[in-house]
């Protein structure tokens, strides 16, 4: 096992700090930021449990495992306030004007080159990120960032899932074909907890990137970062109007 980088142990200061923070009470014993915040901070001490055990379970001499760089290069973004700002809403920043939304820039700026990718496999055309929209649409295939789960409301599964999501993964929601306004778009942390960039401050956060809960009663789809993964095929309708993916591995025992 390797020790944590200086950034990584940054990484979890800074998460402890919220965590803190956003379960914190004022002098009358009252939650500061009511009962969602305190189920945040719950929810979001078991991440950074996580989160250490990633960084423990590498070798001395190892890379990190895919998922560990996505989340090192999402919380980098958090952490530093002139890059946290750049994802503002009103902030012109590269080809998004200021007034846009750039949750699919911080998504895409997280992957990396791999991130713009052909038209042939993602339904676009052009050589840019995708929109927080086509990421949540589950029909669209893409070789490098497949579907392994769609979760709809209640956390029913819609289809059987290739994998439980993970830290790192991939998660969207929205309406598939709406609009880049009518989706969103981030990176999953672990349980119930996402990063994204966003004008929905939380918790005392209050950068252009913010970590927050997973929206209730929304339809979230994931995407597997991983790359040692087989590639799905394109997602279809069943006869009653359901999307399914199907893989050889869904019926694995």
Same mark, same amino acid.
């Given at each position: 096992?390797?020790?944590?980088?200086?950034?990584?142990?940054?990484?979890?200061?800074?998460?402890?700090?919220?965590?803190?923070?956003?379960?914190?009470?004022?002098?009358?014993?009252? $939650?500061?930021?009511?009962?969602?915040?305190?189920?945040?901070?719950?929810?979001?001490?078991?991440?950074?449990? /996580?989160?250490?055990?990633?960084?423990?379970?590498?070798?001395?001499?190892?890379?990190?495992?895919?998922?560990?760089?996505?989340?090192?290069?999402?919380?980098?973004?958090?952490?530093?306030?002139?890059?946290?700002?750049?994802?503002?809403?009103?902030?012109?920043?590269?080809?998004?004007?200021?007034?846009?939304?750039?949750?699919?820039?911080?998504?895409?700026? #997280?992957?990396?080159?791999?991130?713009?990718?052909?038209?042939?496999?993602?339904?676009?055309?052009?050589?840019?990120?995708?929109?927080?929209?086509?990421?949540?649409?589950?029909?669209?295939?893409?070789?490098?960032?497949?579907?392994?789960? $769609?979760?709809?409301?209640?956390?029913?599964?819609?289809?059987?899932?290739?994998?439980?999501?993970?830290?790192?993964?991939? #998660?969207?929601?929205?309406?598939?074909?709406?609009?880049?306004?009518?989706?969103?778009?981030?990176?999953?942390?672990?349980?119930?907890?996402?990063?994204?960039?966003?004008?929905?401050?939380?918790?005392?956060?209050?950068?252009? #990137?913010?970590?927050?809960?997973?929206?209730?009663?929304?339809?979230?789809?994931?995407?597997?970062?991983?790359?040692? /993964?087989?590639?799905?095929?394109?997602?279809?309708?069943?006869?009653?109007? /359901?999307?399914?993916?199907?893989?050889?591995?869904?019926? /694995?025992?």
């Amino acid at each position: 096992m390797r020790e944590q980088t200086d950034d990584e142990k940054d990484n979890v200061e800074k998460l402890n700090e919220l965590k803190k923070t956003s379960g914190s009470k004022n002098k009358k014993g009252e $939650y500061k930021y009511g009962q969602e915040g305190r189920r945040f901070s719950e929810k979001l001490g078991k991440f950074i449990k /996580r989160y250490e055990k990633m960084i423990d379970k590498i070798k001395d001499g190892e890379k990190n495992s895919k998922q560990l760089e996505i989340i090192n290069k999402a919380l980098g973004l958090w952490k530093d306030p002139d890059k946290n700002n750049s994802y503002r809403k009103e902030v012109k920043s590269g080809a998004w004007k200021a007034g846009q939304a750039k949750c699919n820039k911080f998504v895409g700026d #997280v992957l990396g080159k791999d991130a713009k990718l052909e038209d042939r496999n993602f339904w676009f055309t052009g050589n840019r990120y995708p929109r927080a929209d086509e990421w949540a649409d589950e029909r669209k295939y893409n070789s490098k960032f497949p579907v392994i789960s $769609y979760i709809f409301y209640g956390g029913v599964s819609l289809g059987k899932e290739w994998r439980k999501p993970e830290p790192g993964d991939i #998660v969207s929601h929205g309406l598939p074909g709406g609009g880049s306004n009518t989706a969103h778009v981030g990176i999953n942390l672990s349980d119930d907890v996402y990063i994204s960039a966003t004008e929905n401050k939380k918790y005392g956060q209050t950068g252009g #990137v913010i970590i927050k809960l997973m929206p209730k009663d929304a339809k979230l789809t994931y995407r597997d970062v991983s790359g040692k /993964r087989p590639n799905i095929t394109p997602a279809i309708m069943d006869p009653f109007g /359901r999307p399914y993916v199907p893989h050889k591995n869904n019926d /694995r025992k």
